[in-house]
């Protein structure tokens, strides 16, 4: 069963994450950051990746910690999951059309974290969220997930578009990657015999 739970308890947040990387997509979200859960869920349905995350972070501050802190949680999730990738297609992408935006993801569960970020959210604000987050999210996924995560922007002039269709391309190139190829189920998708 590839499963993993994730707690991380800080003095600035306290986050669960709970995942099952062979699911229907299932979620459940709760970080108390409106725009961010409905980003979180879009990331459970597309993947397949059945998703349970509370988080509790200083909000009187701003939502900068609680995001950040979950990507960090949910990357140590995906990894611990994943275990010694045996099998995985490892690589994904996706171009994800989203009304005026489109976004392109192409990621490598290679533990190796890279974070190629060619998107421009023209507003400050989505909401009560700061775009500038959806940024930090990907960045302390990818380091803490150990994937090479390229994400670019090809259209878009909606902020809440693009950030949409950023969290779903990464959703469904994910959902490619880490399902298992029936032709190498038993082997490493590594020539280095490891990832």
């Known amino acids: 069963m590839r499963r993993a739970t994730i707690t991380r308890q800080t003095a600035e947040t306290e986050i669960s994450v709970e995942i099952n990387l062979d699911g229907t997509g299932a979620y459940d979200n709760q970080t108390g950051v409106g725009f961010f859960d409905h980003m979180l869920d879009q990331l459970a349905r597309h993947s397949l990746i059945d998703m349970t995350i509370r988080a509790k972070g200083d909000y009187h501050i701003d939502d900068h910690h609680t995001v950040e802190d979950t990507g960090i949680a949910l990357g140590q999730a ?6 010694d990738k045996k099998g995985i297609n490892r690589y994904g992408e996706c171009h994800l059309p989203m009304d005026d935006a489109q976004v392109r993801c192409a990621l490598d569960l290679s533990a190796r974290p890279f974070l190629i ?24 996924f990818s380091t803490h997930g150990g994937i090479t995560l390229h994400i670019d922007q090809l259209h878009g002039f909606n902020s809440h578009h693009i950030a949409e269709a950023a969290f779903k391309a990464v959703a469904r190139a994910l959902r490619i990657a880490v399902e298992t190829d029936p032709r190498k189920a038993d082997a490493i998708p590594s020539t280095k015999g490891a990832l």
Do not use: M, S, Y
């Not at 995906?78 to 275990?83: D, F, M, S, Y």
């Not at 400050?124 to 987050?133: P, S, V």
């Open 117 to 140: 970020w060619n998107v421009d959210l023209p507003t400050q604000k989505i909401g009560a969220f700061d775009t500038e987050l959806v940024r930090e999210f990907f960045q302390a």
């Open 78 to 83: 995906l990894t611990a999951a994943l275990g």
